[in-house]
């Protein structure tokens, strides 16, 4: 693990441009081995093996890549849940049944997303999974996560809590974004592992 420092809610700015900056810098062959590898650690994890529903999201740009991991998951018979960013930033959820289920959406200014194209199950939906699958861009030692700074996964998070919902979170990186320390603020809630290409890393004992 690398070493940053804490700090206010301009350091996480900060971090989050450095990160996705690197990010930049990988080239497609760095990506495609790196997505390969990822789904291999991520299947390797007993809750992923004994799950019956997985939330999780498509890859974009730089993201460690996802595709591979979500067709895994579908060949083992596990139902996975995609979503659908809604206009306040909230999320919906449906079913991923394949490539061809998925429609590109374009948000305003944003980079354009992946969304499962069949029917809308709700922002609960995600309440009903066994595993969610965050992304992010940094997690520390203490399984903070930094995200992309939207919201939207912590209304995710908040909506788990207020559900009494617990799934096994865990976060999809790079090798180089596990951390030391980052900064956290009263709503962070801690996630329970992080996979990278070369290795998972856990903040909680595998469950029983």
Same mark, same amino acid.
């Given at each position: 693990?690398?070493? *940053?420092? &804490?700090?206010?809610?301009?350091?996480?700015?900060?971090?989050?441009?450095?990160?996705?900056?690197?990010?930049?810098?990988?080239?497609?062959?760095? *990506?495609?081995?790196?997505?390969?590898?990822?789904?291999?650690?991520? =299947?390797?994890?007993?809750?992923?093996?004994?799950?019956?529903?997985?939330? !999780?999201?498509?890859? @974009?740009?730089?993201? $460690?890549?996802?595709?591979?991991?979500?067709?895994?998951?579908?060949?083992?018979?596990?139902?996975? +849940?995609? $979503?659908?960013?809604?206009?306040?930033?909230?999320?919906?959820?449906?079913?991923? #049944? &394949?490539?061809?289920?998925?429609?590109?959406?374009?948000?305003?200014?944003?980079?354009?997303?992946?969304?499962?194209?069949?029917?809308?199950? &709700?922002?609960?939906?995600?309440?009903?999974?066994?595993?969610?699958?965050?992304?992010?861009?940094?997690? %520390?030692?203490?399984?903070?996560? +930094?995200?992309?700074?939207?919201? #939207?996964?912590?209304?995710?998070?908040?909506? =788990?809590?207020?559900?009494?919902?617990?799934? /096994?979170?865990? @976060?999809?990186?790079? %090798?180089?974004?596990?951390?030391?320390?980052?900064?956290?603020? $009263?709503?962070?809630?801690?996630?329970?592992?992080?996979?990278?290409? #070369?290795?998972?890393?856990? /903040?909680? !004992?595998? +469950?029983?």
């Amino acid at each position: 693990m690398s070493h *940053l420092d &804490g700090g206010s809610p301009p350091d996480k700015r900060a971090m989050r441009r450095a990160f996705l900056g690197a990010r930049n810098e990988l080239t497609t062959d760095d *990506l495609r081995s790196a997505a390969t590898a990822l789904a291999e650690r991520a =299947l390797e994890l007993p809750e992923l093996a004994r799950a019956r529903t997985v939330a !999780a999201y498509v890859s @974009v740009g730089a993201e $460690p890549g996802t595709p591979a991991l979500l067709d895994a998951l579908r060949a083992r018979g596990v139902r996975v +849940l995609l $979503p659908a960013l809604l206009p306040d930033n909230d999320l919906d959820w449906g079913a991923y #049944s &394949g490539e061809g289920s998925l429609a590109r959406v374009q948000h305003g200014g944003k980079t354009a997303l992946l969304e499962p194209a069949g029917e809308r199950l &709700g922002p609960d939906a995600v309440t009903g999974a066994d595993v969610v699958l965050l992304p992010g861009v940094a997690v %520390d030692a203490r399984g903070t996560r +930094l995200g992309r700074g939207g919201g #939207s996964y912590d209304r995710v998070l908040a909506r =788990l809590a207020a559900h009494g919902a617990h799934p /096994f979170l865990v @976060v999809l990186l790079y %090798d180089a974004e596990v951390v030391e320390r980052l900064p956290d603020e $009263p709503h962070d809630r801690p996630v329970q592992a992080v996979v990278t290409p #070369s290795a998972v890393h856990r /903040f909680t !004992a595998p +469950l029983p």
